[in-house]
Structures are given as C-alpha cells and as structure tokens.
C-alpha cells in the first residue's frame, strides 16, 4: 500500500480554497452534465482521503473500500444534492461517509434501534420545503393554475369547474351536462394533462 | 429560552457520528429547536470534515481505478417528483390539542402507541423505537405531578412544548435534560397549556453486560 505516494497529478500546491471552489464546479459538472472527467478528478482528490478516514475508523481494509466505495457511489448518483452555499465539498462528502460509516456499524453489530443516519442526519434526502415554504408554493401554484384554467377549451373549463371549485361528481355532471359520464372523464383527464403540461411550460 | 443545551462533548461526538443512536437522535431533535446548537454542530461537523478528510493522509488503493469506473457505469439517481404524494403527519395530539414536533421526530408519529392515563393529570404515549430502554411522549397537564423518583440508568428529556419544573430546576421548550441516578426529582407542570415531553430511559443492564463487550468490537462506540 503506497501511503501518501500520489499515483497521479495531485493538487498538493493549492490552496484548499480554491481546491473547494474546483472541487465544486467538478460536482455541478456531474450534476449538470454526468461529466465522468469531473468526477474522476472529484474520486482522485477524495477516495485516498476517505480511505484513510475509513481506515481509522473502522481498522479493516475490506470495510474501509466498501465505505470509500459507497460514499462516492452517492456522490456520482446524488451530485445535485450538493449545495455549495451550505458547504465546502469536503464537508458534504464527510457528512455522506460518517453516515454510511454510522449505518455500517449498526449493521455489524445487528443493533435493533430502529434509528438510521438519514433520520439523524438528512444529508441525501431531497429537500421538503417546510410548511411556510410549502404554502408560499402552494400560493404561487394557486394563481398559475387560475390564469392557464382560463386558457382551457370551454367544455373542459366547465367540468373542471363543477368538480373542482363547485365539488360535484362526475356523474352528476354527466346527469347535469346530459352527456355520457365517459365524456366527463375524458373531458376531467384532457384538461388535466393539458394544465399540468402548461404548468411544466410555466416553471 | 432554552438554558439546557448537549456539552460540547456530546455535540462533538455526535458530529462524530460515535454517540449512540439514542442520545444522536435527542440531540438532533434538539438542535431542531435550538439555533445556537445547530450552528455550532455546523461548525464542528465543517472542522472535523477539514482534519479527517481535507488534511487526511492519502492512503491509494490498486483497486480505485476499477472502483471508479463501476461507479460511473451507475445511473443517476432519480430526482424526487415536485409534489410529494403524501406528506406524512408532522404532529400528534391529545384530547384536541396539537402539537408539532421537531423534523428528527416527524417520523415517530407512526411509530406512537395510543395515549394512556397515569396517575392524576399525567398521559403516556410510548414510542416502538426497538431500543433496549423505554421512549415515551409524556404529557403533564397543568398541576399535574409525576411521582418523585430517581433513575437506574440515564434519562433523556426533550421539552417539546410547555414548561415544567422538578425542584431542580425550571424548563421550557427545547430544553434537553440529562439525568443518572444522582437525581431524584418530581417534575411538575403549572403552565395553563401543560408541558409535553419526549423522554427516553434506558436500561444499562443488558448494555454494561461485561460478555457483549467482548463479543462487539464496536461496543465502545455506543455504550457508555
């Protein structure tokens, strides 16, 4: 094992500043485009530290690769969850690894706490917007919606109407309206795809 | 105001990732509630990654070249739709009263048992966490009093919301209370809304056990 021997070009002479601001443009690359010559620059810099990080903690070559293995598995896989207003890369990628690390070790030792990483440390999960964010959104979407409703062909803006803001089922549409009830289905599906093609159009 | 906050010690570890999952997951609920608390577990978890990741000793592998190229092979991983189909209850309640919980805590919702009375003006909701010790959503109504007592082991309480004293001391929302055997107290709630707590006892008996030590090559990491 070559310890500390660079097997290929290393950024000893950088800063570590400048290192965090090139390490995350590679990660948006990833993110942005799977570029595999980002990440690989991204594996180079990382994967011999998180082996010694790994090695120290869990003091078993086999264990330590399987962590170095899974933590830049989530970093290919997950790139656009890192944020680099929240953090340096260094700091996301330790996070990802004390989780994986923390999760291992329950397995190892068949612990039955029903308590993993993620519960602890929410560091891969998509970002739910909490409750003021959501109704923020909620709002917005309201105000889209009234203004691509009013786009909708007549006879769809009808049966949106009746059931949505009026309440009614379709059938008693289709009783009211006097038409077949799978015309008010297809009429309800039509204008729903249609809005939610809109709305995708509008984001 | 929270006066009750995790020793530095106990942030670090938990940092870390070396406190038990019990005492990790109190903590965790508490810097929900606690702005002082999370900005330091920021800190420290952007300092520990700059020693042991940054400034780590390189250490190469022959095996990283095929390591990266099996890893580029993987598909990204799907992005979570916009809207999320269904977002599970964030609160719980008890005789028409709702109380939000701290995020670390939302996922418990499901994992609570039905409310029961103890005595006098006192409710117990246990929580199945699969711990060897006991969790529990205890609620005091106001004047309500639970017994004076000590603990075998350690206690951990979150005050969720409400005040409550004990003879000790005063505690408000956000208020992460330790206590061993050296302890023996009487919490009481005289707030008008009550005070519900989570709380966590754990029986050290089958942790301290001096076999399962030698059998877990880890213990040290968890057991106190």
Redesign the interface.
């Known amino acids: ?7 290929e070009h ?1 950024n000893s002479a950088i800063e ?1 500043k400048e290192c965090a601001v090139e390490m995350s443009q590679y990660l948006i690359k990833v993110a942005e485009t ?1 570029c ?1 010559a980002s ?2 620059r991204v ?1 180079g810099y ?8 790994a ?2 903690q869990l003091g078993n070559e086999a264990l330590a ?1 399987e962590l ?2 899974d933590t ?2 989530n970093v ?5 969850l890192f944020d680099s207003e929240k ?2 890369p ?2 996301w ?3 990802i ?3 994986i ?2 999760d291992m ?2 397995k ?2 068949s ?5 993993c ?1 993620d ?3 929410p560091v891969l999960c ?1 970002q ?1 917007p909490d ?1 003021n964010e959501t109704s923020l959104d909620e709002q917005v979407t309201l105000d889209q919606i009234e203004l691509l409703f009013n786009e909708l062909p007549e006879k769809q803006k009808v049966v949106i109407q009746a059931i949505y803001i009026d309440g009614k089922s379709q059938q008693e549409i289709a009783d009211e309206l006097d038409i077949p009830l799978g015309t008010v289905k297809s009429r309800t599906r039509l204008a729903l795809q249609r809005l939610k093609g809109m709305l995708s159009e509008y984001d | 105001m929270i006066k009750f906050h995790p020793t530095p010690e106990h942030l670090q570890q ?4 070396t406190l038990s ?2 005492e ?2 109190m903590i ?1 609920a508490h810097c929900d509630m606690c702005a002082r608390c999370q900005s330091r577990v ?1 800190m420290m ?2 300092d ?3 020693t ?3 400034q ?6 022959p ?2 070249d095929a ?2 190229a099996s ?2 092979q ?4 799907e ?2 739709s916009q809207i ?1 189909a269904r ?1 599970n209850s ?1 609160a719980i309640e008890l005789d028409g009263k709702t109380f939000e919980l701290p995020k ?1 805590l939302h ?1 418990l919702v499901k ?1 609570k048992g039905n409310w029961s009375s103890l005595v006098g003006k006192l409710w117990q909701a246990p929580v ?4 060897d010790g006991v969790a529990n959503f205890i609620y005091i109504e106001k004047g309500g009093t639970v017994p004076e007592h000590t603990h075998r082991g350690s206690e951990m309480t979150l005050v969720i919301n409400g005040e409550f004293s004990d003879g000790l001391n005063d505690y408000d929302s956000g208020d992460l209370i330790y206590m061993t055997g050296d302890h023996t107290h009487a919490p009481r709630s005289d707030a008008p809304e009550g005070c519900l707590v989570f709380s966590i006892v754990d029986q050290p008996l089958h942790f301290t056990s001096g076999l399962a030590r030698l059998l ?1 090559p ?2 040290h ?2 057991f106190r």
């Open positions: 094992m070559l310890v500390g021997i660079p097997l290393e570590p799977r595999k990440f690989s594996f990382f994967a011999p530290r998180l082996r010694s990080y090695l120290r690769m170095v293995q830049m598995s290919w896989q997950k790139a656009h953090g340096s260094s700091t990628i330790f996070t690894a004390r989780n690390r923390f070790l329950r190892l030792q612990r039955k706490e029903d308590i990483a519960d602890l440390w998509e739910t409750q | 938990f940092v870390k990732g999952p019990v990790s997951l965790s920021e978890t952007a520990y990654a700059n042991e990741i940054e780590a000793v390189q250490s190469y592998d095996d990283f390591m990266l890893i580029t993987q598909p990204a991983a992005r979570a999320k977002r964030t670390t996922r994992k199945d966490l699969g711990i877990n880890f213990s990491l968890f």
